[in-house]
């Protein structure tokens, strides 16, 4: 048997571990988002244990050009690797880069100050499936021996979509899993992929089913129809019964049911992607309390993003920090403001018929709705368009900058098939003088205003014969 392969970023690791240890004044900017939230946090409890002093920032990655650096050591997390750094190079100041995007430079690239940037691409890994931001920075934690706080690793790399393409964690996200099974604050389960595990009675979760339009697709009485048919309960007693409440024999007979609808309703090319599309790992934290929003950890990156998009992510970062009291209900709100809010624009965009088909993709105008979850928004509405073509959203930017932000989402099958809508909504938005990226699944595009109508043609004629 061939040993474990040892991590190839251990001695980078170990060169960033005595660079904490000898700082006594710290700075940390962590990125606005699940995982950079999650990063930071948890760079923040490490701190912490170690009597270290520091502060810590959330922020986008257009903030960074405004930074000063006045700190002894600083931290990025999550981002850096994607952004010129050049003035931070500097003799009296020390910095340490945790990323896992694509950087911009090559290892070790300034070398006039003491400068430690660590990236799995550098190694050969893929920061977009092997580690999250998040995961980064629990190989430094752990080089430290707190090996608990590698469940947070987990929760960032959910956060940060990495399993969407197989349902499960992979690479270093893998051995990140298995220090948190062995050391008992999570479990792995191989189980049905709806979202709402702890939180959303069953048939509630169901009817959000939104990879293909089936006919319980957004109608909670089919849902309930469906589940009578089958023998599944509803209720216990007077609650409504959650996923997580299944036997795995009513679990099994749910999945050959949707199995069944899928195969009614998707082409012939995509039948053998959906088991996948209906199964894959979830993972729940054995600390939570069961029925919470923080057991499950899709459900605790949804509510983590609430608080980044309704811009408190130190809400998030005391719950990640240990509060369950007072920081958990501020996050309780935030989420039902989230939620309300979320609502609101999907009945606007509804209302008003503002999906537009194209030949091979649908758009909408999302004008009235924020950038920061015009992604969301065209996520949920996908459901109500037609699921065989991706959904683009796009809004002002806003915040007092030019241009549009451009979201795209579509069902988990065309990814499958092949189709890696981050690449290609690069190439589309260069060609429009614009910026984008992101995962096959979900992805987005920072364009200049005017070039809408350019941008969407180019994308939909690109997508002929590939969808
Ligand atoms: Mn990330």
């Given at each position: 048997?061939?040993?474990?392969?040892?991590?190839?970023?251990?001695?980078?690791?170990?060169?960033?571990?005595?660079?904490?240890?000898?700082?006594?004044?710290?700075k940390?900017?962590?990125?606005?988002?699940?995982?950079?939230?999650?990063?930071?946090?948890?760079?923040?409890?490490?701190?912490?244990?170690?009597?270290?002093?520091?502060?810590?920032?959330?922020?986008?990655?257009?903030?960074?050009?405004?930074l000063k650096t006045t700190n002894?050591?600083t931290?990025?997390?999550?981002?850096?690797?994607?952004?010129?750094?050049?003035?931070f190079?500097t003799?009296?100041s020390?910095?340490?880069?945790?990323?896992?995007?694509?950087?911009?430079?090559?290892?070790?690239?300034?070398?006039?100050?003491?400068?430690?940037?660590?990236?799995?691409?550098?190694?050969?890994?893929?920061?977009?499936?092997?580690?999250?931001?998040?995961?980064?920075?629990?190989?430094?934690?752990?080089?430290?021996?707190?090996?608990?706080?590698?469940?947070?690793?987990?929760?960032?790399?959910?956060?940060?979509?990495?399993?969407?393409?197989?349902?499960?964690?992979?690479?270093?996200?893998?051995?990140?899993?298995?220090?948190?099974?062995?050391?008992?604050?999570?479990?792995?389960?191989?189980?049905?992929?709806?979202?709402?595990?702890?939180?959303?009675?069953?048939?509630?979760?169901?009817?959000?089913?939104?990879?293909?339009?089936?006919?319980?697709?957004?109608?909670?009485?089919?849902?309930?129809?469906?589940?009578?048919?089958?023998?599944?309960?509803?209720?216990?007693?007077?609650?409504?019964?959650?996923?997580?409440?299944?036997?795995?024999?009513?679990?099994?007979?749910?999945?050959?049911?949707?199995?069944?609808?899928?195969?009614?309703?998707?082409?012939?090319?995509?039948?053998?992607?959906?088991?996948?599309?209906?199964?894959?790992?979830?993972?729940?934290?054995?600390?939570?309390?069961?029925?919470?929003?923080?057991?499950?950890?899709?459900?605790?990156?949804?509510?983590?993003?609430?608080?980044?998009?309704?811009?408190?992510?130190?809400?998030?970062?005391?719950?990640?920090?240990?509060?369950?009291?007072?920081?958990?209900?501020?996050?309780?709100?935030?989420?039902?403001?989230?939620?309300?809010?979320?609502?609101?624009?999907?009945?606007?965009?509804?209302?008003?018929?503002?999906?537009?088909?194209?030949?091979?993709?649908?758009?909408?105008?999302?004008?009235?709705?924020?950038?920061?979850?015009?992604?969301?928004?065209?996520?949920?509405?996908?459901?109500?368009?037609?699921?065989?073509?991706?959904?683009?959203?796009?809004?002002?930017?806003?915040?007092?900058?030019?241009?549009?932000?451009?979201?795209?989402?579509?069902?988990?099958?065309?990814?499958?098939?092949?189709?890696?809508?981050?690449?290609?909504?690069?190439?589309?938005?260069?060609?429009?003088?614009?910026?984008?990226?992101?995962?096959?699944?979900?992805?987005?595009?920072?364009?200049?205003?005017?070039?809408?109508?350019?941008?969407?043609?180019?994308?939909?004629?690109?997508?002929?014969?590939?969808?």
């Amino acid at each position: 048997m061939v040993e474990s392969q040892e991590n190839p970023m251990n001695k980078a690791l170990s060169k960033a571990h005595e660079m904490v240890e000898k700082a006594e004044d710290i700075k940390i900017y962590s990125h606005i988002d699940c995982d950079g939230i999650t990063a930071g946090s948890l760079l923040s409890l490490m701190l912490d244990r170690l009597g270290k002093e520091h502060e810590i920032e959330f922020i986008s990655l257009d903030k960074i050009d405004d930074l000063k650096t006045t700190n002894e050591l600083t931290i990025f997390s999550d981002l850096g690797s994607g952004q010129n750094l050049d003035k931070f190079c500097t003799s009296s100041s020390k910095v340490l880069v945790l990323d896992h995007h694509p950087p911009l430079r090559e290892m070790n690239h300034y070398k006039k100050c003491e400068f430690l940037e660590i990236n799995p691409h550098f190694y050969n890994m893929d920061g977009s499936y092997e580690i999250s931001g998040g995961g980064m920075t629990y190989l430094l934690a752990k080089t430290f021996g707190f090996y608990d706080l590698s469940w947070m690793g987990v929760l960032s790399a959910v956060g940060d979509m990495q399993n969407s393409l197989t349902g499960k964690l992979q690479g270093l996200n893998q051995d990140i899993l298995t220090d948190s099974v062995q050391n008992n604050f999570v479990e792995s389960i191989n189980d049905l992929s709806i979202y709402g595990r702890q939180t959303r009675p069953l048939f509630v979760a169901l009817s959000y089913f939104g990879d293909v339009n089936l006919p319980i697709t957004n109608n909670k009485t089919e849902c309930i129809l469906m589940l009578n048919k089958l023998g599944i309960p509803t209720k216990n007693g007077r609650k409504n019964r959650s996923l997580c409440d299944l036997s795995v024999e009513e679990k099994s007979t749910l999945f050959s049911e949707l199995v069944r609808m899928l195969s009614r309703e998707v082409p012939p090319k995509y039948v053998r992607y959906i088991p996948k599309l209906i199964c894959g790992d979830s993972y729940e934290f054995l600390n939570e309390k069961k029925y919470s929003p923080l057991r499950d950890a899709s459900e605790f990156s949804t509510a983590v993003n609430a608080c980044s998009r309704h811009e408190h992510p130190e809400i998030a970062m005391r719950v990640l920090k240990g509060d369950r009291a007072l920081a958990l209900d501020d996050m309780d709100d935030l989420a039902r403001e989230h939620k309300r809010y979320l609502a609101q624009k999907m009945d606007w965009v509804r209302e008003e018929e503002r999906i537009i088909p194209m030949n091979n993709i649908q758009y909408f105008n999302g004008s009235e709705i924020k950038s920061n979850v015009i992604g969301t928004i065209a996520g949920m509405i996908l459901s109500y368009g037609d699921w065989k073509k991706p959904i683009i959203g796009f809004t002002e930017i806003g915040d007092g900058k030019d241009g549009l932000k451009v979201s795209l989402r579509c069902s988990r099958l065309l990814a499958y098939n092949g189709v890696h809508f981050g690449n290609l909504i690069r190439k589309v938005a260069e060609k429009v003088g614009g910026t984008g990226g992101g995962h096959s699944v979900a992805c987005g595009a920072y364009i200049p205003e005017g070039s809408t109508e350019a941008f969407l043609n180019i994308f939909d004629e690109s997508l002929n014969g590939m969808i």
